[in-house]
């Protein structure tokens, strides 16, 4: 794991103070939660799981689930199981999904941002997913060997466990649903997403096969620095639809993002732009950033700048990126 906050998630990680997707597939084209989608087995069994390189064991489905990040709440929703979502944190990061917005808001709020030690540990979890290993520094929570000891298990959205944040990609969404779904007794339901999804990678594929990629970069401002994410499940978004990532050969070994020179991106002058936003005051910072700092650059001065949400690349939210980036760079 690296020991910076990707830029992406810049905001939630510094309020941690770490030390470092929906499954909806869009308003006019996915269905929305799919809790009655298919039948689940009424005798389930013991699971083992393995994530991140550590193995989960489940006896029966847990009751009392945490999710750490608005794209896993998402997938849980999704999944059917809300009612076992007795927590959720850093919901001011990302709007939910409209299909899934009554039900977000019905799960209990442990934090707005990061969430500390005490309620997390007082929501008495059997079961945390969070969208990557850097909350567990054993500084605010304690770390995941540590909530092992304490009966509590963690399950890392698979494009996110350290040492595979550069070769995660789209497809990991389906490992991670077919694996929450045998851990929650939603196996049935977890096909019905994951063929949703395929369906929808599919459609998009055959609408950008025959276009040349356009080069972009992806960017997002913090703190009045500028950042570009390139590699892994971002890179993966971006060619699945119908883009070539600029900064895919230029990052320090083994980082999936990095903090650029303004300079640097105007020498490289993409024509496209994709910015990354986690509310819509934010998105509206982003673009007003990228106009100051970037007026050379022919993305800007042609108006080809596009606002993706940085949670389209976490989870099942990464197949709503590539829909939504795919419409936008050929419509």
Known sequence: ???????????????????????????????????????????????????????????????????????????????????????????????????????YKSIPVL????????????????????????????TELPTIDDLNKLGVQVYIISSFCNGQTTTGHVADAATDLAALGRITGAEGTAKTLIDAQATELDKVAKKTGGADPVPLALVQFYDNALYADARGIYSDVVERAGGKNIYDNDLPAGQY????????????NPGTLV???????????????????????????????????STDFIGSRAVDGVRELSTLLHP
């Not at 510094?14 to 799919?34: D, F, I, K, N, Q």
């Open 1 to 103: 794991m690296l020991t910076t906050p990707a830029p992406a998630r810049l905001g939630a990680a510094v309020v941690s103070l770490a030390v470092l997707t929906s499954l909806a597939l869009g308003a006019c084209s996915a269905p929305g939660p799919v809790a009655a989608a298919a039948k689940e087995s009424s005798t389930p069994q013991p699971v083992n799981e393995k994530n991140c390189g550590r193995q989960l064991h489940f006896d029966t489905p847990p009751q009392r689930i945490v999710s750490l990040w608005p794209a896993v709440t998402e997938m849980l929703i999704a999944l059917g199981v809300k009612d076992r979502v007795v927590g959720q944190a850093f919901t001011d990061q990302s709007p939910p999904l409209a299909e899934y917005a009554d039900a």
């Open 111 to 138: 934090a707005t941002n990061s969430v500390s030690r005490e309620p997390l540990l007082n929501s008495r979890p059997e079961l945390i997913v969070a969208d990557g290993e850097y909350h567990f520094n054993g």
């Open 257 to 268: 993002y990095a903090q650029i020179a303004v300079e640097d991106l105007a020498k490289k």
């Open 275 to 309: 910015y990354l936003y986690n509310s819509e005051e934010d998105k509206a910072a982003q673009l007003a950033a990228i106009r100051e700092k970037l007026p050379t650059v022919d993305a800007v001065k042609n108006n080809r700048l596009y606002p993706l949400p």
